[in-house]
């Protein structure tokens, strides 16, 4: 059997385009251009990308989009000081702290210091735990990609084993939560995998569909699967350049191998990445619309 590539990125330009079409309704309707702003602390150079994407991705669908971008050194009062600016301007409607930060400063303190009605990364504790109980919330971005992505390919996960490789507060965590909700695109029974688990290959061999966001290249091989199954691979790491200078990426499944025994597969790159800009989008539309009052 070889895997149907399932394509983050034609999945996205579908969703993307859905996207356009309701930002320029909600501007005419209501006269607000959902608004996001994206705050890099230091110049770690794939976080730079990453924030560089969001805004052009952000100006292609018609967001109102401003960068912040600040020094290494900068302080934790400063920043929080920024993000409090940021809640409190009303054509800025999703707030974006570019992760990592520099060690000095802690990231929950300034997670936390977001509005949660601005937190279009859906990192706030108080929609960490809308999620958990099933209320409406910004869903976190890569975890509501993967859910995308499997719906769109017609992946069914009512009554599925899921396997997930890693537990994550921004992945494992919250896509296993996600997957087992009551409702559609969850309803699954899942495994959570991470460092200690006794006998990975036992879990990942059962799976139907299985998601792994470990960090580690390459590292689920054809014969940890079995025949059949779906495979969402999360994992973006840099393993050298390319020729022309560019990142060369790897997913932590090893694809070559995985595609001859998999149903559907995504890649890397072309597969959650483009997804998880996409759904961060589709957030602070969901934030305008809140703050329009037309949620
Ligand atoms: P993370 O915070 O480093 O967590 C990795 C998780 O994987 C941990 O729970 C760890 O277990 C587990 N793990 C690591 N090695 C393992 C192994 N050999 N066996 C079993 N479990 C293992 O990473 P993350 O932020 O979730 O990111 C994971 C990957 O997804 C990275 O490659 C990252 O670049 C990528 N990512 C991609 C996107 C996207 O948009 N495509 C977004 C976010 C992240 P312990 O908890 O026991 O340490």
């Keep these: 059997m070889t895997a149907k ?67 290494a ?15 409190k301007d009303d054509k800025i409607h999703g707030i974006l702290v570019q992760l990592p930060l520099p060690k000095h400063i802690h990231d929950n303190k300034v997670l936390e210091a977001i509005d949660p009605n601005k937190d279009v990364d859906g990192f706030h504790p108080i929609n960490v735990g809308r999620m958990m109980l099933g209320e409406k919330c910004f869903l976190p971005c890569t975890p509501h990609g993967v859910l995308e992505l499997l719906a769109r390919s017609g992946t069914e996960t009512s009554g599925a084993e899921v396997v997930v490789v890693g537990r994550s507060n921004i992945v494992g965590k919250p896509v ?16 959570l995998c991470h460092t200690r688990t006794k006998d990975m ?34 994992g973006v790491n840099r393993i050298g350049m390319t020729e022309s200078g560019k990142a060369k990426l790897a997913g932590d499944v090893d694809f070559a191998s995985v595609k001859e025994k998999a149903a559907a597969i995504t890649p890397v790159p072309g597969g959650v990445g483009p997804m998880t800009i996409t759904m961060l989008m589709k957030n602070t539309l969901q934030a305008a619309r809140q703050y329009a009052g037309v949620a």
């Design 176 to 191: 296993a939560n996600l997957m087992l909700q009551k409702r559609d695109g969850g309803n699954a029974t899942v495994t």
């Design 5 to 71: 590539i399932i394509s983050g990125t034609e999945t996205a330009k579908v969703i993307r385009e859905e996207l356009k079409v309701e930002v320029a309704e909600l501007t005419e309707k209501t006269g607000v251009v959902p608004g996001l702003v994206t705050i890099l602390v230091g110049e770690d150079p794939a976080s730079q990308s990453y924030v560089a994407a969001k805004n052009k991705t952000a100006h292609a669908l018609g967001i109102h989009s401003e960068q912040v971008t600040l020094d």
């Design 201 to 234: 290959d036992f879990h990942t061999k059962r799976a139907d569909i299985l998601i792994v966001a470990a960090g580690v290249p390459n590292m689920i091989k054809a014969d940890q699967v079995k025949e059949g199954v779906v495979v969402i691979d999360v």
């Design 73 to 87: 050194e900068t302080s934790e009062e400063e920043l929080l000081s920024i993000v409090d600016k940021y809640n």
